[in-house]
């Protein structure tokens, strides 16, 4: 069974900055769209951006735009999410999913493509 996971979670104040990892000894990553995503107990899953693969870039949802920054690390087949400016809304349980293809666009952000998660980290922003 594959399984993502991810670190860095945590507790923080507002306006500080927490980067998330994203990694899995199961398939090789580099070959995989890579997402993010958050949820809060009680509310519906949200996508907040994805990674193709091939160097084919990012999208982000407008939430994080210009504040969350999503990246790779080919080398050591690990994914991160920099979270900056962090806002007590930003608090959640984070998850990272991988799938061989995603759909371009905004349509990345749907976690019904998803074939493979982590069990996520919670991050916890105070004011």
């Known amino acids: 069974q594959v399984q993502l996971v991810e670190s860095g979670g945590g507790p923080a104040q507002s306006g500080e900055s927490l980067t998330l990892s994203c990694t899995t000894s199961d398939l090789t990553l580099n070959d995989y769209a890579v997402a993010w995503f958050r949820q809060v107990p009680g509310k519906e899953r949200e996508g907040i951006g994805c990674?193709?693969?091939?160097?084919?870039?990012?999208f982000e949802a407008e939430s994080v735009k210009g504040r969350f920054i999503f990246s790779r690390d080919k080398v050591k087949q690990s994914v991160y999410l920099q979270m900056n400016q962090l806002v007590p809304e930003d608090t959640a349980t984070y998850y990272c999913a991988a799938v061989f293809w995603a759909a371009p666009g905004s349509g990345c952000l749907g976690d019904w493509q998803y074939a493979y998660w982590g069990p996520g980290t919670p991050v916890n922003v105070s004011a």
């Open positions: 990674l193709y693969k091939d160097d084919d870039g990012t």
